[in-house]
T-cell receptor, first 115, second 114 residues
Framework: DVKVTQSSRYLVKRTGEKVFLECVQDMDHENMFWYRQDPGLGLRLIYFSYDVKMKEKGDIPEGYSVSREKKERFSLILESASTNQTSMYLC??????????????FGPGTRLTVL | GNSVTQMEGPVTLSEEAFLTINCTYTATGYPSLFWYVQYPGEGLQLLLKATKADDKGSNKGFEATYRKETTSFHLEKGSVQVSDSAVYFCALSWGYSSASKIIFGSGTRLSIRP
């Protein structure tokens, strides 16, 4: 089974703090994704990465950055957290040889509250 | 552009009732279509998928048929259980590489009464 772990289930931060959300996969998936999930809006793609040190902007990258120094780890960074970044953040992976080419596997999510 | 529209929730049903959650899409070309499910406190997991017109995806008693003529992919189950209570997301993906992005609908919360 694919295992995608996220560093925290719940996180509370203050406005202006720098926030790191970590995602780690235990298999050799090429691609990793960060989404945010908000009621009534579904999931929106923030950034994704298709290889180590490679990144692509998604639909809502403003206020976020990412880092992928190793294949198994993909970090989402909020340089200066704001209250409108309070949300559920979901990490996903895809692209394991032999798996469905576009099926994504998700982590449990991090619920971030910015006060 | 590509988009997915699904019925708003919440949907509340009694156990053993018939379920339909509507989903329509707008896309160029021939996207793949998915239903994902999110149980309380968990991430999303793939429920079923269809990759071409007239394909039927099925899993755990749920079914959905890829209807290109009506651009729809409605989710159905003949007899729901309390354990089916979750949020359901319709989604589409286009392209043929594993880096293909997925567009999700807004989600439909389903609650089943015993």
């Amino acid at each position: 089974d694919v295992k995608v772990t996220q560093s925290s289930r719940y996180l509370v931060k203050r406005t202006g703090e720098k926030v790191f959300l970590e995602c780690v996969q235990d298999m050799d998936h090429e691609n990793m994704f960060w989404y945010r999930q908000d009621p009534g809006l579904g999931l929106r793609l923030i950034y994704f990465s298709y290889d180590v040190k490679m990144k692509e902007k998604g639909d809502i990258p403003e206020g976020y950055s990412v880092s992928r120094e190793k294949k198994e780890r993909f970090s989402l960074i909020l340089e200066s957290a704001s209250t409108n970044q309070t949300s559920m953040y979901l990490c996903a992976v895809s692209g394991l040889a032999g798996s469905s080419y576009n099926e994504q596997f998700f982590g449990p999510g991090t619920r971030l509250t910015v006060l | 552009g590509n988009s997915v529209t699904q019925m708003e929730g919440p949907v509340t049903l009694s156990e053993e009732a018939f379920l339909t959650i509507n989903c329509t899409y707008t896309a160029t070309g021939y996207p793949s279509l998915f239903w994902y499910v999110q149980y309380p406190g968990e991430g999303l997991q793939l429920l079923l998928k269809a990759t071409k017109a007239d394909d039927k995806g099925s899993n755990k008693g749920f079914e959905a048929t890829y209807r290109k003529e009506t651009t729809s992919f409605h989710l159905e189950k003949g007899s729901v259980q309390v354990s089916d209570s979750a949020v359901y997301f319709c989604a589409l993906s286009w392209g043929y590489s594993s880096a293909s992005k997925i567009i999700f609908g807004s989600g439909t919360r389903l609650s089943i009464r015993p």
